[in-house]
Structure formats: C-alpha cells, structure tokens
C-alpha cells in the first residue's frame, strides 16, 4: 500500500509559477513510477508528467513541456513539479499517482495509487 500527499497548490497569476510536492509513505518509493494529472472542472482527468522510478526518464503532455519539470528525490521519499508561466488553462486539481507495475506514462488507469489532490488557480 502506498499513501500520496499532496502540497503546494495556490492562486497565482498568469506567468507565475508553483512548486507541488507529492509525499509518499508505505512502500519503497523506488519501487515506482510517479505520474501527475490534471482535472478542471466538466473536463477529464489529463496526464501532466511522469518520471521513472530512478528519476532518469521524464514525460511531459504537450502542453506544459518546455514549462514544467518533474524530479524526484528517493531519499526523501518526495516528486516534485515544478510549473513555470503558468497559464489559466493550467487551472485545476492537481493529483499525484504511483504506478508500482508499469513504466511511467500517460495513462492514469495504469496507475494504483493516487492522492486526494491539491487545487491549482491561475487568474488572468
């Protein structure tokens, strides 16, 4: 069983940027891989970025590449993403997800556990 907590969501401006934090507990964190997706309000859940499970291979959607970056820290058990100009279509909760079977990827049923969220608000 693993737990995910997430931190670090806020309201910020248009072109501003965040740091999100997930926690994990309950198993070896270098067990899995760790993805982050994105819900807004009446739209699906999104793949944002994943990362393998030692940290070397990153994945991004399209839209944030260039402007997020997803690392991991296994000492200490932590993911974090880092989102920069952030846009008002970047708007939403933000969950982390752990994946112990599968490689890191885009597709949030591959993955077991997730965290309850944490809100992200961009104004324009």
């Known amino acids: 069983q693993v737990q995910l907590v997430e931190s670090g969501g806020g309201l910020v401006q248009t072109g501003g940027s965040l740091r999100l934090s997930c926690a994990a507990s309950?198993?070896?964190?270098?067990?899995?891989?760790v993805g982050w997706f994105r819900q807004a309000p009446g739209k699906e859940r999104e793949f944002v970025a994943a990362i393998s499970r030692s940290g070397a291979t990153t994945y991004y959607a399209a839209s944030v590449k260039g402007r997020f970056t997803i690392s991991r820290d296994n000492a200490k058990n932590t993911v974090s993403l880092h989102m920069n100009s952030l846009k008002p279509e970047d708007m939403g909760v933000y969950y982390c997800?752990?994946?112990?079977?599968?490689?890191?990827?885009?597709?949030?049923?591959?993955?077991?556990?997730w965290g309850q969220g944490t809100q992200v608000t961009v104004s324009s």
């Open positions: 997800a752990a994946n112990t079977t599968y490689n890191a990827g885009p597709t949030p049923r591959l993955y077991d556990y």
């Open positions: 309950g198993r070896t964190f270098s067990d899995y891989a």
